[in-house]
């Protein structure tokens, strides 16, 4: 993300995992401009769309999203299918993730330390601390800045830098220098949080140190324009986590090898690196190709010898259920799910599969009212909404048809459609107060 500071004194006699708050916007005014970005970008994001590593990586937000300030936030995660190595936060919880720090990080670890740096940036309100100190703090500002962003994200480097700057006013050299104090001060904090999420706190200057290496490769030039990568600040981090007591970690390095083996194969480099794993790595990666095959009955028995192996891997699990509901076996996937159910409580992605598999043995209604459930946690996530809108369309309800449609369009980023179906929609409820009243809260409640 690209930081600049107030002043190279400003912080000087500060700890930089202790640094206060701005004025420059409140928080609910960060969570709409968050909130507008992100719909407004979608298609420029290319998100991933794969609701298995979009679980796990909230998961891991979770667990880093301790103390601090990071509380006032409601984190909305986005993953791009950019296989560029790069991470961004923005004003309002936004953190986005491309599909190249998947490819590259070799442990949970390496993941998380990224992940925990970008919270790092959020907490500590760097964007909008550089804002006030520049002066660029309005509306335009912050939508030219964001514009900017979207094009670093999208991979068009040039254009986003040049967006930013000249809407900072520094040029390119002075941007960057100015950038390292925050960066190591979100490294500070990043370290916090990953010792008190039960993370190896080494491992992140293992990242930075491989991201170091790979400095002239294309995959990661756009980090290093957004994060500079100097020997000093790879020194400051490495000297912060030698200060941290070693002590027994809860890693789950089983569940994120199987993340990286299906980001690996969603790039089109499935099998890559296999040679380096075990069996179990081997069995879910080829399970993956059965499954873009269609050869379902081979694929779910792979996945149930890995799911015996690593009872507790949900990755696993999720990747058993989609098998299971696409080969026909719905009435398995709704009983494994039921007894997945006694150790994961309130868990939306298994919900999410329970209404696939209802709409698979067509008991739309039921498939409507579980589905209904999971958009109250997948927010900002416009697939949740797309199935919805198919299921009322199989039982013929037009009103809600064209409401949950509207709401696809818009966090699509596609305003236009979203008026025209809310429109259909009022027109469908007629005189009927209730759904008049459902409409307008709904319309509400994304604007």
Known sequence: MLMLPLSESAYAANDPTNIGETSVISIR?????????????????????????????????????????????????????????NAFALPGGVIGINLGIFLLAESEGEFASVIAHELSHLSQEHFLRRLEYSKSNNRASLGAIFAGLALLISGNVPLGTAAIVGTIGYQTDELLRLSRQFENEADAQALELLD????????????LGRLRSLGGNDQVAVYYRTHPLTADRMNYALQRARQYKVVTRQ???????????????????????????????????????????????????????????????????????????????????????????????ANPTLEYYRALAYAKMEDYDKAIL??????????????????????????????NLFRTT????????????????FQLAKREAGKDEVKIAVLQSTYARFN
């Open 29 to 85: 005014q960060q969570e709409s401009l968050g909130r507008s970005w992100l719909r407004d970008n979608y298609k420029r994001i290319n998100p991933l769309n794969d609701i298995i590593i979009q679980a796990y990586s909230e998961d891991l937000v979770k667990r880093l999203k301790q103390g601090r300030q990071l509380s006032r936030y409601n984190v909305n995660l986005v993953i791009s299918k950019n296989r560029q190595f």
């Open 251 to 345: 890693l789950l390095a089983d569940e994120y090898d199987f993340v990286h083996q299906r980001a690996l194969f969603l790039a089109g480099r499935g099998g890559q690196y296999l040679a380096k794993k075990n069996n179990s790595d081997r069995a879910y990666t080829d399970a993956l190709f059965l499954l873009e095959q269609s050869k379902y009955a081979q694929a779910i028995n792979l996945l149930k010898r890995v799911n015996q192996q690593h009872p507790t891997s949900r990755i696993v699990l999720y990747s058993l259920l989609d098998a299971l509901i696409k080969g026909g076996s719905s009435n398995q996937a709704l009983k494994l799910i039921d007894d997945s159910l006694r150790y994961n409580n």
């Open 370 to 399: 579980t589905m209904g459930g999971v958009t109250n946690h997948y927010l900002e996530n416009p697939d949740p909404w797309l199935q919805l809108s198919i299921y009322y369309s199989k039982v013929g309800d037009r009103y």
């Open 406 to 421: 509207g709401v696809y369009h818009l966090l699509s980023g596609n305003r236009d459609k979203m008026q025209a179906n």
């Open 196 to 207: 008190k999420g039960k993370f190896d706190v080494k491992e992140m200057p293992v990242m």
